[in-house]
């Protein structure tokens, strides 16, 4: 079922007049004052007035020297929803900017926006999670998510979270978890992308595969992938008809098909099959990753029987534009032939 999509306006009862602002270099103070100031509605249009000006990188930098972080953080609290949401929508923005990512990281506000997971108003937490998201691109904005203690919830909210914020919590997940995974098994990661595998939107199941590509990418991560049986469902999705989430799958696989259990279980799904048919299309985003996915389950005694008479589909690929999957194929000719 579809679902709506979250909007970023303002209640009908909110005043969107901007306050007027002084020209030059005492804007920026003004509105700082005006952030902290007891009456509701300068607070809100201070925040409206710095939503306009911080998508320029240099008001970004000033607005962190002049300590508009420590405000802000001050109002993601606020007892008014639409304080929150344009607090969140300030540093959505400001995280746009390298400046304003390395400012976000340095003051904490990674910490101080985890009470807002739970915030009733929608706009809020996408704000939130787009922050996450941004974040993590960085290698300290991911460690910084990981030391706030961030991974277990984020796990837990694709459980219940909105579509378009389930996606923003697979991009930051992808990228934390490159750096470490035991909180993301612990907290039962490879089962709900499991279940996201089968998920209607094209987008999430894409995303989940790719989250699932990072963990097994991990020693752990292998073991917890096999054990949780996930390879199955993996190898059915081999036959999805959108492009990015073939390549994503197939790139999971073969992560997962390094390990011995890995192998055994896709050979077990039937994977010889789908993945052969993505090599034979020349068009295919996947074939790269289905090359080499091929060539670990021909270390089997009884994958390398079966590719044996599929050698042609390889040899085609020798004159693929691809350095890379003439390359990949040459190898798995090689491992394919090969006779103890």
Not at 87 to 106: D, F, N, P
Not at 108 to 114: D, K, P, Q, R
Not at 204 to 210: D, E, F, T
């Amino acid at each position: 079922m579809a679902q709506p999509r979250i909007s970023a306006y303002l209640p009908p009862d909110i005043d969107p007049t901007k306050a007027p602002l002084a020209f030059g270099r005492r804007a920026l103070p003004k509105l700082n004052e005006e952030l902290q100031s007891p009456e509701l509605l300068t607070q809100q249009r201070a925040l409206m007035a710095l939503c306009d000006l911080v998508h320029d990188p240099e008001k970004v930098y000033q607005a962190i020297a002049l300590g508009f972080l420590d405000s802000l953080k001050t109002l993601l609290v606020h007892h008014d929803q639409t304080v929150r949401q344009k607090a969140t929508e300030v540093l959505s923005i400001m995280a746009l900017h390298s400046i304003g990512r390395q400012g976000l990281i340095k003051s904490g506000v990674i910490s101080a926006l985890t009470g807002l997971l739970d915030d009733p108003v929608d706009i809020c937490r996408k704000n939130t999670h787009q922050i996450f998201d941004m974040m993590a691109k960085l290698p300290e904005g991911a460690g910084g998510v990981l030391q706030a203690g961030l991974i277990p919830p984020l796990v837990l909210k694709l459980k219940t979270e909105l579509d378009e914020i389930q996606e923003l919590i697979l991009d930051t997940l992808s990228n934390c978890l490159r750096v470490e995974v035991s909180e993301a098994l612990a907290a039962g990661a490879v089962t709900v992308l499991k279940e996201k595998l089968s998920h209607p939107s094209t987008a999430i199941r894409s995303k989940a595969a790719w989250v699932l590509l990072e963990i097994s990418s991990h020693a752990e991560g292998k073991i917890a992938v096999c054990k949780e049986e996930v390879i199955p469902v993996l190898v059915s999705l081999l036959e999805d008809t959108q492009p990015e989430v073939q390549v994503n799958t197939t790139g999971a696989l073969m992560f997962a098909a390094v390990t011995p259990q890995g192998r055994s279980s896709a050979m077990g799904a039937e994977a010889i099959p789908p993945l052969l048919k993505l090599v034979a299309e020349e068009t295919s985003k996947a074939r790269l990753n289905a090359i080499k996915t091929l060539t670990l389950l021909a270390e089997l005694p009884e994958g390398r029987q079966t590719l044996l008479d599929h050698r042609d589909t390889f040899q085609r690929c020798l004159d693929d534009p691809s350095e890379a999957v003439q390359r990949a194929a040459e190898i798995a000719i090689t491992v394919i032939e090969w006779k103890p």
